[in-house]
Nanobody, 124 residues
Framework: QVQLVESGGGLVQAGGSLRLSCAASGRTFSTYGMGWFRRAPSKEREFVAGITRNDGRTYYADSVKGRFTISRDNAKNTVYLQMNSVNAEDTAVYYC?????????????????WGQGTQVTVSS
């Protein structure tokens, strides 16, 4: 079973950039589809970005498309979320998650493994 640990969160000014990392333990990381989700204060958890395991196909929520980029490095067992042009609405706890079936889905229920989350706060 893969275990996930996020890092890279913090305080960033509006319009700035931040890169989140998610390090996975276990030898099966490359077989997992990976996703990033976030939960803003008083809001439901929402899908942000995902990447499949084989062809590395990426997909995004409309709210971050063109600003965020998800990528993975299977040799390092790490998935990244590059966040550019951030705004106040991006303030949230960000979670990475793994889907052992790599279904390319956006629903959180399809992801079996979760990290503990990392806080991102955007200041105006």
């Amino acid at each position: 079973q893969v275990q996930l640990v996020e890092s890279g969160g913090g305080l960033v000014q509006a319009g700035g950039s931040l890169r989140l990392s998610c390090a996975a333990s276990g030898r099966t990381f490359s077989t997992y589809g990976m996703g990033w989700f976030r939960r803003a204060p008083s809001k439901e958890r929402e899908f942000v970005a995902g990447i499949t395991r084989n062809d590395g196909r990426t997909y995004y929520a409309d709210s971050v498309k063109g600003r965020f980029t998800i990528s993975r490095d299977n040799a390092k067992n790490t998935v990244y979320l590059q966040m550019n042009s951030v705004n106040a609405e991006d303030t949230a706890v960000y979670y990475c998650a793994g889907d052992p079936f790599s279904r390319g889905a956006t629903m959180s229920s399809t992801y079996f493994v979760w990290g503990q989350g990392t806080q991102v706060t955007v200041s105006s």
